[in-house]
């Protein structure tokens, strides 16, 4: 069970860790699907705690590029994802990991 979370957020963690060095949009857009998934397994499933601390630390991580990734990607950011998928959007606040387990919750 834990496997598949802890197998997307390790595809996350290591898009995260290079993401300012890509160069195409399809790079950046594919490390936010990673995201994507991720999000899938969360609300899904519970996050251990210590895993749940690696998320929001790379959550935070994205969110500090995110500006800058922006500016280098703009069609990546330009407003298609729904709101609550906040890593797709430009200027939209991350959302703690707990915010998206309660909307699976709800």
Do not use: N
Request: aromatic share 12%; glycine share 2%.
């Amino acid at each position: 069970m834990h496997d598949d979370l802890a197998s997307r957020f390790d595809k996350w963690d290591a898009a995260i860790e290079y993401i300012l060095d890509y160069r195409e949009e399809i790079e950046v857009s594919t490390a936010l699907v990673y995201r994507d998934e991720l999000h899938e397994t969360i609300t899904r499933e519970p996050v251990p705690d210590e895993l749940a601390r690696s998320i929001e630390a790379v959550d935070t991580a994205y969110a500090a590029m995110r500006a800058v990734l922006a500016k280098r990607f703009p069609d990546v950011y330009s407003g298609r994802a729904p709101r609550d998928f906040w890593w797709w959007w430009r200027d939209e606040p991350r959302q703690p990991l707990a915010a998206e387990q309660l909307v699976a919750a709800g």
